[in-house]
């Protein structure tokens, strides 16, 4: 079925840790130093010696692989003029330019971008602006100061994005202080009610939402949502036409509407952004990781009019937003963002994903769909988990103490391939830009670290 993988390198020397460097999400007592020299395209260069496939595109923000003379150029370019001005006030005119660029691009009448520096922060400024609209828009209901978000869904890292969060390991440990939204429902495809099929599942979650907009609608700002795909929950897919439908009940309601695309935007799902799928323009926008090709840390959070509005005001009114960041529109990272979104349509990157999703996905599952403890591959584009299971028919997880997921990305690694589990799904994320090639290897080596951990695929329970 498959040969050796090609990416594999022996291990010259343990590479000395950088012990001053405290890592994220990360035991640091069992860390296993791996520090990259440098990268090109899909491949980054340890320092002692091997070469990885980037499988899980730096965490979700490379788009057109790394060291691009392109945008390399566009960023030096700016450096020659200036790196830094601040957005208080002020603005560079790279920066402005690119405010431009994205209002054009987004979906619906979006006209208003706001700039941070990472996704968190895009959130944030989110929350803020939904919850001062309501204090000072022309009909004032300072009373709707809660937030509607979903299950296990995962907005940053910030105070407020992890009251958002509603993933078990990020939120309970911090509960004390965090503020409460009104939680939705976890719309799943893959763990449905046993009473409800695949056929009503959209039905069935928008239903559960409507409920809660019923009862709560007075006193909420906004429903917030990662559209189409649940990322850091494990690609939690939802069924289609559910994001249209809640748009619907945001309106009825008058909620608004805030979609978190920081992982879904620039092209990942196999539309420039996720909401284009169900020909949704949502109140606010969240983008981050992609936006600058995942060069340099920026995020912004974009508007619609009727919001911008509620902000116009004279000086002594103090109606502007009380809410700003020391680097938030750093040219540098608005230059890498503009070359980014230029080669995104040059190159047909958005098109293209479709095809290469389709390349990746059904090779992986040419080799282990059938697999006893592979419970479901999903996502949309290129944006795919594998969740593995103990017992594919009754979806029971894998005791988490035995670190499936973990060690099936250590296979990979050993392998050339650098993958990310959450908990034990398997996430496969590589840069848009990668060849037919390097996805048919990057499959390969998925399935065999599978594989490698699980025994070959069994057909044993398929009944
Ligand atoms: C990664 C992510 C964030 C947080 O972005 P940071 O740049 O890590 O702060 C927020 N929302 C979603 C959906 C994400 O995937």
């Not at 050796?4 to 296993?32: C, K, L, N």
């Not at 992986?364 to 944006?383: E, K, T």
């Not at 398997?426 to 025994?455: F, R, T």
Request: proline letters at 5%; one cysteine or more.
């Amino acid at each position: 079925m498959t040969q050796e993988p090609r990416f594999s390198q022996a291990i010259d020397s343990p590479t000395v840790a950088a012990e001053a460097h405290w890592h994220g999400f990360t035991q640091m007592a069992s860390y296993q130093p791996l520090a990259i020299e440098r990268a090109e395209g899909c491949w980054l260069h340890t320092t002692d010696g091997r070469k990885l496939f980037d499988g899980v595109s730096s965490l979700w923000c490379n788009v057109h692989g790394h060291n691009h003379p392109v945008i390399n150029e566009a960023i030096v370019d700016q450096l020659h003029r200036v790196a830094h001005v601040t957005s208080l006030g002020m603005s560079a005119a790279t920066t402005d330019r690119l405010a431009e660029r994205l209002v054009d691009i987004s979906p619906g009448d979006l006209s208003h971008v706001f700039f941070s520096c990472d996704g968190s922060s895009a959130v944030e400024a989110a929350l803020k602006m939904a919850f001062q609209y309501w204090q000072q828009c022309d009909d004032p209901q300072p009373q709707k100061n809660s937030f509607l978000a979903l299950s296990q869904a995962y907005h940053g890292d910030t105070t407020g994005a992890v009251s958002l969060g509603g993933i078990k390991y990020f939120h309970q440990l911090f509960a004390p202080i965090l503020f409460s939204p009104i939680r939705g429902p976890r719309p799943c495809t893959y763990r449905l009610p046993d009473t409800i099929d695949a056929e009503q599942a959209c039905d069935f979650y928008a239903g559960e939402i409507e409920t809660l907009l019923q009862e709560h609608h007075q006193s909420l700002a906004a429903l917030v949502m990662e559209p189409l795909v649940q990322g850091a929950a494990g690609m939690i897919t939802h069924p289609v036409g559910l994001l249209q439908k809640i748009r619907q009940l945001c309106d009825q309601y008058n909620v608004l509407l805030i979609c978190d695309e920081v992982a879904t935007g620039f092209g990942r799902t196999g539309k420039l952004f996720a909401c284009e799928h169900e020909s949704v323009t949502p109140d606010i926008l969240c983008l981050g990781k992609g936006l600058t090709g995942g060069y340099l840390p920026m995020a912004a959070t974009l508007a619609r009019p009727h919001l911008y509005e509620a902000f116009l005001g004279e000086l002594s009114e103090l109606k502007q937003f009380f809410h700003g960041h020391t680097f938030g529109g750093n040219p540098l990272a608005a230059a890498a963002a503009l070359a980014s979104i230029d080669l995104i349509e040059q190159d047909g990157l958005v098109d293209a994903a479709d095809a290469k999703a389709t390349r990746l996905r059904s090779r992986i599952a040419d080799q282990v769909a059938d697999h006893a403890n592979v419970g479901s591959i999903r996502g949309r584009g290129l944006m795919i988990g594998i969740e593995l299971v103990a017992d594919r028919d009754t979806k029971q997880p894998f005791d988490s103490a035995d670190a499936i997921g973990h060690q099936v990305c250590q296979a990979a690694i050993d392998r050339g391939v650098w993958i990310r589990p959450l908990s034990d799904v398997v996430i496969v994320m590589p840069p848009l830009v990668a060849s037919d090639q390097e996805l048919d290897d990057l499959a390969d080596v998925v399935a065999q670290s599978i594989e490698a951990v699980l025994g070959k695929p069994s057909v044993a329970s398929k009944t």
